[in-house]
């Protein structure tokens, strides 16, 4: 993981001295700042996965 952008000016999420972006709107798997597509989505996604599934998960419901 690299460190945080320390430039405070930025235009629409970009950073304008080193052109870190902050993904924050992702669409179709891009973000809509900057267009790139390599972006790991469960680092982005709202979601947070559980460390361990509950075994009441893995049983089939009949």
């Known amino acids: 993981m690299t460190a945080p952008c320390p430039h405070p000016t930025r235009t629409d999420g970009v950073c304008d001295a080193c052109g870190d ?31 361990v599934i509950s075994p009441d998960r893995l049983v089939r419901k009949k």
């Open 21 to 51: 972006c902050i993904h924050d709107v992702i669409l179709n798997g891009a973000c809509f700042y900057c267009g790139t597509t390599e972006i790991d989505p469960h680092a982005v996604s709202p979601k947070k996965l559980p460390e």
